[in-house]
């Protein structure tokens, strides 16, 4: 069910299409046959939107910006294939790469923020902190586990869902969030938390179960007057959302265990105008090749236009910036 009440054009005129997205978006808002034309008169933000990969995200305005779960080492752990991902796959960071654009200045960061302890999320961070000097935002465990790759601890941030968090030009809500779940007896992927930060630090992780979930956090970033809200599992707490009103959410694939996993949460946020799909490539493969289908794209395109046949979905390519 949707609920046009939600929708009006103040909504639609917030999201106009930038030069990068304006093809796609246009395509795609050409197959809805009595759809209003989308606004010539707001001038696009300058906030704007580039997919890392997995679940990785860079919301930018002006000088500011946020990275969310960015992983671009993308070791090989075989997660896709039908066997699963190898427990022992030992983790690894591939500084060249993350050297190569935080050098060429195309990559940098004021805040990032973890959403969950498994290896596709926090590896690289560590890194990431130290070459950006940006500010970490995790749970107890996240940061614990941070702490002993070796990210600089006084960049880490304690987070536990609730706050509010004003800065400079951009702010950060953090919610209370849950992790996808993934079996009837195993709820989720490597459960399990590692308190005591920050005087008890755990051993150094080796191998990608030694990173544990720790906690799932999801996070509404406001920049540039844009709302982007970000989920790093594909579940959620809906009374932690409600009166949300993103712009954009975006949205892992999956959820197929979770009650009504898109026209609930697409109903408690207010029907946003822009769905972009997150956490659907196969991360065996490199962040410089094209993103492949996992296989959960193409059931969350139908899911979302089911639920609400006026939201855009919108896919970008690895490392696309999207204007909001
Ligand atoms: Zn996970």
Not at 24 to 52: F, H, I, K, Q, V
Not at 63 to 68: E, H, K, N, W
Not at 284 to 298: F, H, K, S, T
Request: glycine share 10%; aromatic share 6%.
């Amino acid at each position: 069910m949707t609920d046009q009440s939600f929708r009006g054009p103040s909504r639609r005129a917030l999201l106009g299409a930038g030069v990068a997205a304006a093809a796609a978006l246009a395509a795609a808002c050409a197959s809805e046959p009595a759809a209003a034309p989308a606004t010539t008169t707001t001038a696009p933000s300058d906030t704007t939107l580039r997919w890392w990969g997995n679940n990785g995200w860079e919301i930018r305005a002006g000088a500011r910006t946020v990275l969310i779960d960015p992983w671009l080492t993308r070791f090989r752990t075989g997660t896709y294939t039908p066997q699963g991902a190898d427990p022992r796959s030992p983790l690894s960071v591939d500084t060249a790469l993350i050297d190569s654009y935080v050098d060429s200045g195309q990559l940098r960061a004021d805040h990032i923020l973890v959403t969950h302890g498994h290896y596709d999320h926090l590896t690289d961070v560590p890194y990431l902190a130290q070459r950006t000097g940006a500010t970490v935002l995790g749970t107890e465990t996240h940061l614990n586990l941070m702490a002993a790759l070796g990210a600089p601890e006084n960049q880490l941030a304690l987070v536990t869902g609730g706050e509010q968090l004003d800065f400079d030009g951009y702010s950060i809500r953090v919610l209370r969030s849950l992790h996808s779940e993934v079996g009837t007896r195993t709820q989720i992927a490597y459960p399990g938390t590692r308190p005591g930060y920050p005087a008890t630090k755990p051993p150094r992780p080796q191998v990608i179960s030694d990173l544990v979930e720790g906690g799932t956090l999801a996070y509404q970033v406001t920049a540039g007057g844009r709302s982007v809200l970000n989920f790093g599992g594909s579940n959620y707490i809906e009374s932690e959302l409600a009166g949300l009103r993103p712009d954009v959410v975006l949205l892992p694939t999956g959820g197929a265990r979770v009650h009504d996993y898109v026209p609930r949460l697409l109903t408690v946020l207010g029907h946003p105008r822009l769905v972009l799909p997150t956490h659907w490539d196969d991360f065996d493969y490199p962040l410089g090749e094209p993103a492949r289908d996992a296989g959960g794209l193409e059931p969350l395109r139908k899911a979302v236009a089911a639920a609400d046949p006026h939201a855009t979905f919108r896919v970008p390519a690895h490392l696309e910036v999207v204007t909001l």
